[in-house]
Nanobody, 128 residues
Framework: QVQLVESGGGLVQAGGSLRLSCAASSRTFNSYTVGWFRQAPGKEREFVAAIRAIRPWSSSSTNYADSVKGRFTTSRDSAKNTVYLQMNSLKSEDTAIYYC?????????????????WGQGTQVTVSS
């Protein structure tokens, strides 16, 4: 069982930046694909970004929702069992609870049900 803990959420003005962290309790996490999802009030959960495990022969591949492409970047630090979501040029429509999720034997999938482990979520609020 892998436990995931998100942090880094908060209140920021439009145009500002935040960096979310997703820390895992196990080094097994480093072999997982990690996805970021968000859910705004009254809306369904949606895919934000995903990063695959680093392979010895290649770097991690990533995938982003069109709505965040060019503004958000996900990366991972295997030494810290942590994945990050750097969010720049934030907009009011980015306001949501952000969740990280982990799953094994995945590509950079956008499908929430494919992920086995979920964090508790962290609130991001962007004021206009």
């Amino acid at each position: 069982q892998v436990q995931l803990v998100e942090s880094g959420g908060g209140l920021v003005q439009a145009g500002g930046s935040l960096r979310l962290s997703c820390a895992a309790s196990s080094r097994t996490f480093n072999s997982y694909t990690v996805g970021w999802f968000r859910q705004a009030p009254g809306k369904e959960r949606e895919f934000v970004a995903a990063i695959r495990a680093i392979r010895p022969w290649s770097s991690s591949s990533t995938n982003y929702a069109d709505s965040v492409k060019g503004r958000f970047t996900t990366s991972r630090d295997s030494a810290k069992n942590t994945v990050y979501l750097q969010m720049n040029s934030l907009k009011s429509e980015d306001t949501a609870i952000y969740y990280c999720a982990g799953g094994s034997n995945l590509g950079v999938t956008t499908t929430a049900n494919a992920y086995n482990y979920w964090g508790q979520g962290t609130q991001v609020t962007v004021s206009s």
